[in-house]
């Protein structure tokens, strides 16, 4: 689905009101936050969202994202659901998002599963990442077979290479409890012992092995009308991630000739529930 600035618009207010929230948690347990990917991009070059940017994208260090799970959900208001493979079975994700259950942002990749799809923003764990080399290899090699074996359920499209789809039905064998691999997947740096280097289990590769002092106690920064927390480093963050990230536009990669741009949505609703949608 291509949508235009102002429809994006209208997604990041529901995703701002949930990101209030999410803060009011973070504050009232002391947990420890940072704005990251895009998010980060948005906060550093327009201090907001980046324009065309359809989500927020926030990082964790594992003790506050495990507390967020356990005690996140009985201090949000009752339309705002934490999401993750320990909330919802069915979840496919390593990462956790708060969702507004009386909003719609469908995913066509996700039709097979029975699970809220509400606007969101996404929350992924920041965990310790070895510092042997071997054990590191090891670790991504585990990564990508869990992800091929949770991938049978995640409907792409049909037109994939053959061996692709070969080696999700070879993946079964290996792993038939699907549940389980997707729970192996989002605990898998949890007992990395404390290193130098931190790693986003459900984040972009080039988030592995970062330095843990780019991130420390962090740094609030302006984003829309909030002081929201930052990496330490955000300079080294995004260089590391887009390089000369002050002249980076990925929107102007992918604008159409109506200047709109692919959500990865088919279906969004501000002001309607995906239950609606998914009768």
């Known amino acids: 689905m291509n949508l235009t600035l102002v429809e994006i618009q209208k997604i990041n207010a529901v995703q701002l009101e949930i990101f209030k929230e999410f803060v009011k948690v973070c504050e009232k347990l002391n947990l420890k936050y940072y704005m990251a990917h895009g998010s980060l991009l948005g906060t550093m070059r327009y201090r907001g969202f980046f324009p065309f940017d359809d989500d927020i994208d926030l990082l964790m260090p594992r003790k506050d994202y495990d507390r967020l799970l356990k005690e996140g959900q009985a201090l949000l208001p009752e339309k705002y659901f934490i999401q993750s493979c320990e909330t919802e079975k069915e979840y496919p994700l390593a990462f956790a998002k708060i969702r507004d259950s009386e909003t719609a942002f469908i995913q066509p990749v996700m039709k097979n599963f029975n699970v809220n799809q509400g606007i969101y923003i996404d929350i992924f764990p920041l965990d ?152």
């Open 128 to 279: 310790f990442f070895p510092e042997n080399t071997v054990t590191q290899k090891f670790l991504n090699l585990k990564n990508k077979l869990y992800t091929i074996r949770i991938n049978t359920r995640m409907a792409y499209e049909e037109k994939q290479p053959f061996y692709k789809k070969f080696l999700r039905q070879l993946s079964v064998l290996f792993y038939p409890s699907w549940e389980k691999t997707v729970q192996k997947r989002a605990g898998l740096y949890v007992n990395v012992k404390e290193s130098s280097k931190v790693v986003s289990v459900g984040g972009k590769g080039k988030e592995r092995g970062m330095p843990a002092e780019w991130f420390g106690e962090g740094k609030k920064m302006k984003f829309e009308n909030i002081n929201a927390m930052c990496p330490a480093m955000p300079e080294e963050y995004l260089t590391r991630i887009y390089g000369d990230f002050m002249n980076y536009n990925p929107a102007a990669k992918y604008m159409d000739d109506q200047n709109r741009v692919e959500v990865s949505a088919s279906i969004y609703s501000t002001v309607e529930s995906y239950k609606t949608f998914m009768k």
